[in-house]
């Protein structure tokens, strides 16, 4: 039972438009949200967060959104880079237990 | 600041042979995880320590993997003995607490492979 979900496994955009990914989860416990990044050979490193308390958090390119009614969150990546091409993965948890991951989606940015 | 230090980065063994792997977390983190990643999937948590305690091993296949962690620092996981699905990358990660919210550090990973 997959409490969080990325059903794109990958997606393609252009340098300089916007890159959009999104995640679904079902457990309405979940506290905070967070994004990672990961390139080959590397582990994962920690891009963004969002509280459940709110809707938007923005970091310079990157822009969570949460919608809790519909348990869904995105990942906006404006402009795109090359060197955003990744693979992407959303993560989820309540408070004190550690992170439940969807399985990734390869973002890769053409120049 | 130095982050999440593992090894070996990579291991190739035979199925039914052991294996260990090393991890030596952000210092003064008092967590500490070890997540499998299977090659197409999302990292899957093994085991979570608060300092020297487990806080979470309900999804450890504990017929085959242990993990240690003496002293609250430094930890091991150990496989014996391995099979063909145990082929994946071991992450090891750290964080100040138990997550409420802080970043949670990961290291570049244990690569194993099982022929």
């Known amino acids: ?111 | 600041e130095a982050g999440v230090a593992q090894s070996p980065r990579y291991k190739i063994i035979e199925k039914r042979q052991s294996v260990a792997f090393w991890c030596n977390p952000i210092s003064g983190h008092a967590t500490l995880y070890w997540y499998q990643q299977i090659l197409g999937q999302g990292p899957k948590l093994l085991i979570q320590f608060q300092n020297n305690g487990v806080v979470d091993d309900s999804q450890l296949p504990k017929d085959r993997f242990s993990a240690e962690r003496l002293k609250g620092v430094d930890s091991t996981l150990k496989i014996q003995p391995a099979k063909l699905e145990d082929s994946a990358v071991y992450l090891c990660a750290s964080s100040l607490e138990v997550f409420s919210g802080n970043t949670i550090y990961f290291g570049e990973g244990s690569w194993l492979t099982v022929v």
């Open chain 1, 1 to 111: 039972d997959q409490q969080v979900k990325q059903n794109s496994p990958s997606l393609s955009v252009q340098e300089g438009r916007i890159s959009i990914l999104n995640c679904d989860y079902t457990n309405s416990m979940f506290d905070y949200f967070l994004w990672y990044k990961k390139y080959p050979a590397e582990g994962p490193t920690f891009l963004i967060s969002i509280s459940s308390i709110k809707d938007k958090n923005e970091d310079g390119r990157f822009t969570v959104f949460l919608n809790k009614s519909a348990k869904h969150l995105s990942l906006h990546i404006v402009p795109s880079q090359p060197g955003d091409s990744a693979v992407y993965f959303c993560a989820a948890s309540p408070a004190g237990t550690a992170l439940i991951f969807g399985k990734g989606t390869t973002l890769s940015v053409s120049s």
